[in-house]
């Protein structure tokens, strides 16, 4: 089912409870496991087998891994059930709110995979589908996957779990070989020089945002204008940028969004990106979840003068320090207030091969001549050359201790598991 294979490698389709099914499709699907009052039916194990198979890549899979496929997934559908009974009985719900918004957000994702609206209703019936019916699931689907979601919160909440130093510690020492190796990095700054933004191409996008915003005022679907006039790689969701941490946009992006409630969408608001209007859907203490529509402007284009800048700043760099010419200079505002810095990268990740030349060669603290790129001209340095190897433990603590929290994590949802398959009702009838 094409469909099908599209919800679940977004990781959207949570299989229904049987109770949503119609009684005579549970005849004629069958009943392959009761866990308490809920049913699984075997079209839902069938479903995720075939996914499954599918990621594998092999057109005839052994016999032996089918079967363990099947017991795994039988599994998995198992320990679903049982989680979102166990919310249900600890009263923890989601908002009706939260449930439309995040279906609808669903729903124009998965539309956004077919040409046309035609398209889209035209494989639903291929699939016997009706529109009332897909949405009916879907909705049942995001519910269950919130529900989950906040069992999650609650628990870690609860379980106060926390990963010590002395764990990191144990972790270096006695799993030292999940440690992948390091290649060979530098510690990369550099000066980026722009002319600004073109006025007149500002003031063009600028009248075109303003006007989408009336209509959006006046009750236009923000993710309809954001597939027909934004210009990033959001624009097919209709402008849906998914969660992400605090701290992982621009701050005068974030800034706007602390200063909202959800629904609400922004006036206009300029970023190094371009213009935006933002909207934002869910924000907790720890992440933001927004759609945005973003116009591009043009940098006006006066290279001579561009070029003029960088040589001054190369014959005041023989005398002054280039973390403060960066400070004075540079256009890219993630990295200025820090000198410059942009981070230890490996040189074998760099894609433009005249910079990876550039910083693959250069001595440590001397600047390079300017190097014209798309967003404009740049000038490169580096102050240290860090060898391939294993990774001091204090310098992944933070990835180390992330993993750990989630084993631990996993470790008791494991415990809470097994003990409500012990006192749950379960006949598997596979």
């Known amino acids: ?22 009684a005579d499709m549970t005849r004629v699907e069958g009943i392959i496991a009761v866990v308490g009052n809920e ?35 039988l599994d998995q559908l198992i320990d679903d059930r049982l989680l979102l009974n166990y919310a249900k009985r600890r ?19 998965i539309r956004s995979r077919f040409s046309t609206e035609s398209a889209f209703v035209a494989q639903l019936e291929a699939e016997g589908l009706t529109m009332s019916r897909f949405r009916t699931l879907q909705r049942n689907a995001v519910e269950e996957q919130l529900l989950k979601f ?39 700054h550099h000066i980026l020089l722009q002319l600004g933004p073109d006025p007149i191409s500002k003031a063009r996008e600028d009248s075109l945002l303003g006007s989408l915003k009336t209509r959006l005022d006046n009750g236009a679907a923000f993710s309809s204008l954001a597939r027909e006039y934004s210009q990033d790689g959001s624009a097919s969701l209709g402008g849906d940028l998914g969660r992400f941490n605090r701290g992982s946009m621009v701050p005068e992006f974030e800034a706007v969004l602390d200063t909202m409630e959800p629904g609400d969408i922004s006036s206009i608001v300029e970023t190094r990106f371009g213009l935006h209007l933002i909207q934002l859907i869910d924000k907790n203490e720890g992440s933001f979840q927004a759609r945005h529509i973003i116009r591009l402007l043009e940098m ?31 256009a890219d505002i993630d990295t200025r207030s820090q000198g ?65 929290f989630r084993e631990k994590l996993e470790s008791k949802i494991r415990e809470l598991l097994d003990g409500l398959r012990e006192e749950t009702y379960i006949d598997i009838r596979l």
């Open 1 to 22: 089912m094409i469909l099908l294979g599209i919800f679940l490698i977004m990781g959207l389709l949570i299989p229904a409870g049987a109770q949503e099914q119609p």
């Open 39 to 73: 049913l699984i039916l075997l079209s839902e194990l069938n479903d995720l087998l075939a996914y499954e198979l599918a990621n594998i890549g092999m057109e005839s899979p052994p016999d032996s891994l089918v079967i363990e496929l099947r017991k795994n997934m």
């Open 91 to 109: 009263d923890i719900t989601v908002e009706e709110e939260e449930v439309e918004t995040e279906l609808q957000n669903r729903l124009d994702m």
């Open 150 to 188: 906040r069992l999650q919160e609650t628990l870690r909440d609860e379980w106060r779990l926390q990963v010590t130093d002395a764990d990191i510690d144990r972790f270096c020492e006695e799993r030292n070989d999940e440690i992948p190796d390091n290649p060979e990095r530098v510690r990369a």
């Open 300 to 330: 006006q284009s006066d290279e001579d003068a561009l070029f003029e800048m960088a040589s001054e700043i190369q014959q005041r760099a023989r005398s002054e320090s280039l973390s403060v010419l960066a400070r004075e200079y540079s």
């Open 340 to 404: 410059g810095l942009i981070g230890i990268i490996p040189v074998s990740g760099i894609t433009d091969e005249t910079v990876k030349s550039v910083l693959d060669t250069i001595s440590i603290n001397a600047l390079s001549d300017p190097i014209k790129q798309q967003d404009g001209i740049h000038l490169y340095w580096i102050t240290e050359r860090l060898a391939a190897g294993k990774p001091e433990c204090d310098e992944i603590a933070d990835g180390i201790r992330d993993l750990l």
